[in-house]
């Protein structure tokens, strides 16, 4: 279960890096639903919960515009990784009302769960950002805020479903490979079209 929080989390950051932060901190500080451990309660803290806030809502932003979605996407290259580090490490060894013991994973090696968030969370990132220029340029940019706002939706999907319910989680991510795919595929059937009429 906790791998499966972790990987839910991590995934989560990978579409967006601020809302499982925020639901991590806000989770924890105000809920009985998260409590992180000691080396990780600083996601609690009213400063970070504010200075994510502030940047989630940049991000929101940014990322529905056409173009400048692309140029936030440049940045987050550094930032989503991270963040799905710091959330798989927080969520598996954190107590949950699914996971009530962090078990050995969690204690042995604290940079494993780290290093499998960063990885987790950059794989996601990377697929979206292949996705995202090729469905702006196929709508003339339209595509950017109903992709964005379904990313958002996905992330706070995931993280509920990573804290509530993981072993869920699986089936969320078939799900969310599934329609990568299917935007990959019709993105290549149009390219073909186009170029046959060409």
Do not use: C
């Amino acid at each position: 279960m906790e791998l499966m929080t972790g990987f839910g989390l991590a995934t989560a950051a990978g579409l967006n890096a601020y809302i499982p932060l925020l639901a991590m901190g806000l989770l924890s500080r105000f809920t009985d639903l998260i409590t992180l451990p000691h080396g990780w309660s600083w996601l609690e803290n009213g400063w970070v919960i504010t200075i994510v806030a502030v940047l989630l809502a940049v991000e929101i932003v940014a990322d529905k515009v056409p173009a400048l979605d692309s140029v936030n996407d440049v940045v987050q290259t550094f930032v989503r990784p991270t963040a799905g580090g710091i959330v798989f490490g927080s969520g598996t060894a954190a107590q949950t009302t699914a996971v009530t013991d962090p078990g050995d994973f969690a204690r042995t090696g604290q940079w494993v769960p780290i290093a499998i968030g960063v990885v987790t969370a950059l794989i996601v990132h990377l697929t979206k950002t292949t996705v995202r220029p090729a469905a702006n340029v196929a709508t003339a940019g339209v595509a950017a805020p109903v992709l964005s706002t379904l990313e958002d939706i996905a992330s706070v999907a995931l993280v509920f479903i990573a804290i509530l319910i993981p072993a869920l989680v699986l089936l969320a991510l078939i799900a969310l490979v599934w329609a990568a795919v299917a935007l990959w595929r019709r993105r290549r059937r149009r390219k073909a079209q186009t170029s046959g009429l060409g």
